[in-house]
């Protein structure tokens, strides 16, 4: 047995011996008793025990029982003459280590096994150098893919997340064979993992980490289990602040573990395992600057191996001008002893002349008597991709992707640092929340391909108006925001809004088209009117929507009595909530009478709300909060609900066939599926067919009609419930929507009705609005009738029915029904 490393090596390999002792690898020779019988520094340094208490002992009294069970098998198998390599988690006595390593068996002259060096090295600290991902959109998801990364996109609100194939792919799946699912994923990792993934996740929702970041392990179609690296960062936020979109990547680094597994018997072994690696190896001569590299290196940078001379002047004459000093410092310090190691990223030129980045780890294996280095040892690693992929990544998630103007995210940071600015230096700053004004007019009419060209020019043309020092940022949709720091001059802002204001007016040329716009303008002042970041987006966002009030076009400063102003709508919302909850909202009727007749047939449900201090709050009021607010489904929900309860006692004292309209707001159709599941349920558990009920919807929802809301439309149909257009003739190309949808009934807007009489244009078109309705099958409903010539000319004009003060204003259930005892007392 080896009492020494020459014994081991060979006297002839006293310098080796040497060389393997400096190594940053931990290097060991255990005989076929289990009995250490060398150790170089760095196991020494792993266990701190000196080399008379590990020599000669067995491995169970040195690294305990636990570690011992995890390592004996694959000293066995070392012993019965294989080579060994493995990589785990051992159990020390001083705590855990994650471990890759090497067991090479050592003969005797007649082919015994007499024992087998273990190199080991630490690759806990790996798990934690890896760099921070994000990923965006198809482009980045093609550039990660081409990096060899799976692609995620999720959105948790739903739990829909898109794998891309790449994705897939790693784990064994084909494209079909997993469904776009975050439990998909979830149920696939492995438990031990699951909490600190789930933690790791939510630590970035709530803020606490800029990215998310976490390893586990996967479980494949074949059952193997997987290491990945996986990347993430919140790109959408919904009001409250809560994640609606995530993205990131999958890399898959269980060949980058096994590859950073440096194991030798010997120098040479040493090289040959981290050139198996993919990784280049260099050696360097630090006195004279002299290198020997690896193949693998060489052709990192596109050159032939042979002839490759990598001297210190070659590599500052590849290495590029901005990335000198970062190297040379780190250089410095790892041989001046301030580092453990050398360990630093730069870009050095190909052969090609191009630029690659390179990840260059090493560290001093040899001084000399005075403790002066000598020698380093060390790797490259090309990481080109994946800084191609961080600046991508970066890109995507502080760019805004259609203008190239920094995002919401980039905006918020900028406008952050020119606060502490402004502060320091003692001037003011400008925030401008700038909205074009009819750019979804645009999209409806000539398509969101122009829109996108529109918002373009839109914000270039915001660009030319303000300093390179000044921020202008699209926030999204067609809102973008412009941060103006460092103000000497009181009336730079107002100056600056005329010139954005001036640009916007004039006509922009797309596309064969003259668009006209204009923009509305709210600005807001630090620290006068706010000393926070999100106080002045909120007051800047007030001044924008007076100013639009005041008719677009123009700009307005921020005031308090707009923050009062916002503070009202606010306890409104407080009230209206309250309201709801305690039923405090009420349903009243409007007759809709049939022109031949002149009998009531039909009636408009309506919300009414009496405010215990206010009064009657009016529909106009509360009617934007609750769909702003969300509140609207649940009004929606009392309306129906009141109306079949009051049309089925109508039908059956009344009228069979008798109908009750209730409004839906484009809000409602945004809504869930089963939320009119349960509606048309609801019916069918009062005995009520689905034609007791019709559904007035508006133009501007069919003008936006999404699978969603088509599907919807067509679900009341198959149920039998009416469809009617409110408000006809006042949206946007309303004659091309009512061929391509199921509507029953046109509801002729009162702006039509005010000033009907003989020989009047109103009369006209409301003829021409009639008669095409009928050509179409349709059946009309005028709307605010409020005189009996307007009912007459209506009734000549073939109009079908009428609703107004001239029968009646809206009521409460028990007066409408009066109008109808009377009615059938009438006709009997």
């Known amino acids: 047995m080896p009492n020494s490393p020459g014994d081991a090596f060979g006297d002839d390999l006293q310098q080796l011996q040497h060389l393997i002792d400096a190594l940053p690898v931990c290097i060991s020779f255990v005989d076929r008793e289990y009995r250490y019988q060398f150790i170089n520094a760095v196991y020494i340094d792993w266990f701190g025990l000196p080399r008379s208490a590990v020599l000669g002992r067995h491995v169970i009294d040195v690294i305990g029982k636990d570690a011992f069970a995890h390592v004996r098998s694959h000293l066995d198998q070392a012993f019965s003459g294989h080579a060994v390599s493995y990589e785990t988690s051992i159990p020390y006595k001083h705590g855990n280590k994650d471990i890759a390593a090497q067991l090479f068996p050592v003969f005797d002259k007649q082919g015994e096994v007499r024992g087998c060096y273990a190199m080991v090295v630490d690759i806990s600290k790996r798990k934690q150098d890896e760099e921070q991902l994000h990923l965006n959109e198809e482009r980045w998801k093609l550039a990660l893919e081409g990096s060899g990364d799976g692609v995620w996109d999720w959105y948790p609100q739903t739990g829909v997340e898109i794998l891309s194939d790449r994705l897939k792919e790693i784990y064994g799946y084909g494209k079909d064979d997993i469904a776009d699912l975050s439990a998909e994923l979830d149920r696939r990792t492995h438990p031990h993992d699951r909490l600190q993934m789930q933690r790791d996740r939510q630590a970035h929702f709530d803020g606490q980490t800029p990215i998310y970041i976490n390893e586990h392990r996967v479980q494949c179609k074949d059952g193997r289990w997987k290491w990945i690296l996986t990347r993430g960062t919140v790109i959408e936020r919904d009001a409250a602040g809560k994640p609606t979109r995530v993205i990131g990547t999958h890399t898959d680094i269980s060949e980058r573990k096994q590859a950073e597994v440096a194991l030798r018997e010997s120098e040479e072994r040493l090289r ?39 001297n210190r002047n070659n590599w500052e004459a590849r290495l590029h001008p901005g990335d000198f000093a970062v190297a040379e410092r780190a250089y410095r310090s790892h041989l001046e002893g301030r580092t453990k190691e050398y360990r630093v990223e730069f870009r050095q030129r190909t052969a090609t002349g191009d630029w690659s980045w390179i990840l260059s780890v090493g560290a001093v294996v040899e001084w000399d008597s005075d403790g002066k280095p000598l020698r380093m040892l060390g790797t490259v690693l090309d990481i080109t991709e994946k800084k191609k992929s961080e600046a991508l990544i970066w890109q995507q998630a502080n760019i805004d992707t259609l203008t190239g103007l920094p995002n919401r995210r980039m905006f918020y940071d900028r406008l952050d640092h020119d606060m502490k600015l402004s502060k320091r230096r003692k001037l003011s700053l400008a925030v401008l929340f700038i909205d074009l004004d009819f750019f979804k007019e ?44 460092e103000m000497r001059e009181q009336d730079r802002a107002e100056v600056v809004a005329q010139n954005l204001i001036r640009a916007m007016s004039t006509p922009f040329q797309i596309a064969g088209e003259e668009i006209y716009l204009s923009a509305s303008v709210g600005i807001t002042i630090y620290p006068r009117d706010a000393d926070n970041l999100d106080d002045l987006i909120k007051h800047a966002d007030q001044a924008m929507y007076a100013a639009k009030d005041q008719g677009r076009n123009r700009f307005s400063y921020f005031t308090p009595s707009l923050q009062t102003a916002a503070l009202a709508r606010l306890r409104m919302t407080n009230d209206l909530r309250v309201a709801i909850a305690e039923q405090h909202l009420q349903v009243y009727f409007q007759p809709i009478v049939d022109l031949h007749t002149g ?49 089925k006692q109508w ?42 009920i019709i559904v007035e919807i508006t133009e501007g929802l069919l003008l936006d009609a999404s699978h969603t809301i088509t599907s919807k439309l067509l679900q009341f149909r198959d149920a039998g419930i009416q469809v009617a257009l409110d408000d006809f003739g006042t949206g946007y190309s309303s004659l091309s929507y009512l061929k391509k949808f199921d509507i029953d009934y046109l509801k002729i807007d009162q702006s039509f009705i005010r000033n009907l009489a003989h020989g009047s244009s109103d009369i006209a078109l409301s003829e021409a609005i009639i008669m095409m309705a009928h050509k179409l099958g349709l059946r009309v409903v005028a709307e605010g009738v409020e005189t009996v010539q307007q009912s007459q000319l209506l009734e000549q004009a073939a109009c079908d029915f009428a609703q107004g003060y001239l029968f009646a204003k809206p009521l409460p259930p028990e007066e409408f029904e009066l109008l109808l005892q009377q009615q059938k007392s009438s006709a009997s």
């Open 651 to 692: 039908r059956r004292d009344y009228h069979p066939d008798f109908q009750i309209s209730v409004n839906q707001s484009p809000m409602e159709f945004q809504g869930d599926q089963e939320r009119y599941v349960n509606w048309i349920q609801h019916l069918a558990n009062q005995d009520l067919p689905g034609q007791a």
């Open 272 to 310: 040959m395992a981290l050139s198996a690696t993919n990784q280049g190896l260099y050696d360097v001569n630090v006195q004279t600057g002299e290198a020997i590299v690896s193949a693998e290196y060489a052709n990192m940078l596109g050159y032939a191996h042979q002839g490759f001379e990598e």
């Open 599 to 647: 009998r009531i047939q039909k009636a408009e449900a309506l919300v009414r709300w009496r405010h215990a201090q206010l009064g009657f709050i009016s529909p106009m009021e509360f009617i934007p909060i609750a769909e702003t607010s969300g509140m609207i489904l649940a009004i929606g929900d009392l309306v129906f609900r009141e109306s079949v309860k009051w049309v």
């Open 442 to 485: 645009v999209n409806d009419t000539l398509g969101h391909a122009t829109g996108d060209i529109l918002l373009v020019e839109a914000g270039q043309r915001l660009r030319n108006c303000v300093r390179e020092s000044d921020t202008v940022a699209r926030l999204g949709g067609d809102e973008f925001t412009v941060s103006l720091p």
